[in-house]
């Protein structure tokens, strides 16, 4: 049995899986500020899923999905801003292990277990890639039933492929990049209601309304969304395109946006409608906890 856990800004998900990747339990508490903090309700998370299950000998590993930069090979963590860690590595698999007795931990980054919980639940018949439509804008690339990082852990990080040198300050320090117009937060950025997601809800509902300013966003949004998969599909081509993060609560009408524009774009290319982008595109099954099942069956 291993145990998962997916640390994010505002909870933490975590679940045991037994053979087959069958779901034993599940547990979630809030994520609080603070590296001390975080170990701690981590370690609580598996505890409890611990007492649930009824036999703690039956614990071979956890793994951990968590933002900021990752070093899987260390289990240490940089630049976890929303979880109070500052720019020094942090042994989080270390602090962890200790926490829970000594149990091996693997740490990796969140959209890349996203990644692999996605493979697991949807079983492909092919490569996916994950498209994380949040704050930032990433994506997890599975090939082979692997995860690929790449020589420096910037596989997927199509997010800050430079567009516009006129464009919007990026996070990375450029400018114009995909992010700046592709993330959740480019569309909060373009429809202020709330959250990202209260937003992206907003946004959605006013322009099947009718909303012709909703429309005109959402179109450029879309837009966006569409070249990061067309990006995806051009590198390294996988089976299936799954659209994820903040955003995708939207559900099916998201889908039908990407799609639609994804035609559209295809509509004067015999190359791009050969390609067929928009039958590939998926959304993540509703109700589970896919980045905690993929912690779960992370190797280091």
């Known amino acids: 049995m291993r145990i998962g856990l997916d640390i994010g800004g505002t909870k933490i998900d975590g679940v045991a899986l037994g053979a087959g990747n069958q779901v034993l339990a599940t547990g979630r508490r809030l994520t609080p500020a603070g590296v001390q903090n975080v170990v701690t309700t981590a370690s609580e998370v598996v505890a409890g899923l ?10 071979d590993g956890i793994g951990i999905g968590v933002p900021g930069l990752v070093d899987p090979a260390d ?30 931990v693997v740490v990796e980054n969140d959209v890349n277990v996203a990644a692999l919980g996605a493979y697991s639940l949807l079983a492909p018949d092919g490569d996916l890639a994950l498209l994380s439509l949040g704050t930032g804008l990433a994506a997890g690339l599975v090939v082979g039933g692997e995860l690929v990082r790449g020589s420096r852990s910037a596989a997927g990080e199509i997010g800050h492929l430079a567009l516009d040198p006129a464009g919007h300050l990026c996070n990375c320090g450029q400018r114009g990049c995909l992010e ?27 322009a099947a309304a009718g909303d012709r300013a909703a429309g005109a966003v959402l179109a450029r949004w879309a837009g966006g ?6 990006t995806l599909a051009l590198t390294f081509d996988p089976a299936v395109i799954v659209l994820a993060g903040g955003v995708a609560g939207v ?15 295809a509509r ?29 069956t992370a190797q280091p």
């Open 251 to 265: 559900g099916q009408p998201l889908l039908d946006a990407v799609a639609a524009t994804l035609r559209e774009q």
């Open 75 to 104: 289990g240490t963590v940089r630049s976890a801003v929303n979880l109070g860690f500052g720019p020094e590595p942090v042994d989080l698999a270390g602090l962890v292990s200790v926490a829970v007795g000594g149990v091996p």
């Open 180 to 206: 700046t117009v592709a993330a959740g937060s480019a569309l909060q950025r373009d429809w202020p209601h709330g959250d990202e997601g209260r937003s992206a809800d907003h946004l959605f509902a006013a």
């Open 268 to 296: 004067g290319s015999v190359f791009l409608r050969g390609l067929a982008l928009e039958e590939r595109l998926r959304l993540l099954p509703a109700g589970r906890p896919v980045a905690a099942i993929g912690a779960a």
């Open 50 to 59: 611990l007492e649930e299950i009824g036999d703690p000998a039956l614990l």
């Open 225 to 230: 969304v569409a070249l990061a998969v067309r």
